[in-house]
């Protein structure tokens, strides 16, 4: 069942993603039935008999699901990490997001567990999305596509596993966005789900976030390109605000440290300044302007609208516990692994240590790590060395290093 179709020591090896078309409608927070849903998905390692081993992976805003391996398709790299391109090389346009943490003696460790990683709902990647053919009208569905939650990526995930024919989880991954996603799988099915990891994340988006959020959506619908949504098959899309959505998440993904220590103040094409509006005068301009373009050739607007929105609207307390963290975590079974980094201002580790207050005010099994490291929200893409032992160890039920 497994998708890895070579592999090498430490890597799952060449990976073709998989799709899978939900026999029903799945029912949205919203009030809609959303119906005809496609779901991409990649798998690593092997499905025990007794389907036991099963680990879902969930990605963040600007993923997909290859998670892992070498992508058997020409791609742009969603390895989005800061500085990935230093560190990868032409090497990094195949790999998958977190494929430093998936694959033989890793984090993840697919000797030992089969790794479901998908497309969330509303997606991009080969998820039904608003790129994605409405049924019922035979065009993409746009701005008609329904607004979705994190509850309703879950439900998706829910109902691709019991296409698979696997009816529980031995652990659900994720950072960011991927760590909300983990968070409500221990809510919604705590029957269901033995362990979360949830890395760099949390229960409701800080009011700074929200902010920033809302910045990226107004930059997009304010482009003439995104003509309320409907510009599929116009020659025209919102590809100038898209960019500036994307500078402006990008910014938030980091830390004044990591910008400092790379760019400085230098410049990036003389030894003076040029007294320019238009040109990029300084490395982090460029740098930013490059980020841009990358992300607009491979990532849809209205998924940004969307899973942006479904992100700020997370909200355990207020779902789940009318208003109360402790009281939306009661029924959690799922042992839980938390890991914040104190450069992350985005997610910032006083979020984790809610969440952890939450469950241990209740009984509930947690530990937290908050590791001192100086490169942001982007921490969970880069630090894997540090994330590694603990996670191994989490899931081994071994002491901790």
């Not at 949830?198 to 800080?206: F, G, K, N, Q, R």
Request: proline share 5%; with cysteine.
């Amino acid at each position: 069942m497994s998708s890895a179709s070579t592999r090498a020591a430490g890597s799952v090896g060449v990976v073709e993603t998989q799709y899978a078309d939900l026999p029903g409608p799945v029912q949205l927070d919203c009030g809609r039935k959303l119906s005809g849903v496609r779901v991409a998905y990649e798998t690593y390692g092997t499905l025990s008999p007794e389907r036991d081993n099963v680990l879902l992976v969930c990605h963040a805003l600007s993923g997909d699901a290859h998670a892992a391996g070498e992508s058997s398709r020409p791609r742009e790299s969603t390895r989005d990490g800061f500085g990935a391109e230093d560190r990868d090389g032409s090497a990094g346009k195949g790999l998958g997001w977190w494929d430093g943490m998936i694959g033989p003696g890793k984090a993840f460790d697919t000797d030992r567990y089969f790794v479901v990683s998908t497309n969330l709902l509303g997606g991009c990647g080969g998820t039904t999305g608003p790129s994605s053919i409405d049924p019922e009208t035979g065009r993409p569905y746009g701005a008609d596509f329904p607004v979705i939650t994190v509850a309703d990526m879950v439900r998706t995930e829910r109902a691709l596993l019991e296409v698979l024919g696997i009816e529980r989880l031995a652990a659900v991954a994720g950072g960011s966005l991927g760590g909300m996603q983990a968070l409500q799988w221990a809510v919604l099915h705590p029957d269901l789900v033995d362990a979360i990891v949830v890395i760099a994340s949390t229960h409701a988006l800080h009011p700074q976030g929200v902010s920033w959020n809302a910045i990226a959506r107004e930059s997009i619908m304010r482009d003439p390109g995104w003509q309320g949504g409907q510009y599929y098959g116009t020659g025209r899309a919102p590809d100038a605000g898209m960019g500036v959505a994307r500078m402006v998440g990008h910014v938030t993904y980091l830390s004044a440290q990591s910008m400092g220590d790379k760019f400085g103040r230098r410049l990036q094409a003389s030894d003076d300044i040029r007294y320019t509006i238009t040109d990029a005068e300084f490395q982090v301009e460029s740098y930013l302007r490059h980020q841009a373009e990358t992300f607009v050739r491979r990532f849809d607007a209205n998924t940004y609208l969307y899973t942006s929105r479904a992100l700020t609207y997370f909200d355990l307390a207020r779902q789940h516990g009318d208003g109360s963290l402790e009281r939306a975590l009661e029924q959690v079974r799922a042992r839980t692994l938390l890991i914040a980094f104190t450069s992350d201002w985005l997610y910032p580790p006083q979020a984790s240590q809610e969440i952890h207050d939450a469950l241990k005010s209740t009984g509930k099994p947690v530990e937290l790590h908050v590791i001192d490291a100086p490169y942001g929200h982007d921490c969970f893409l880069l630090e894997e060395a540090r994330q590694t032992p603990l996670i191994r160890a989490f899931l081994n039920l071994e002491e901790a290093p």
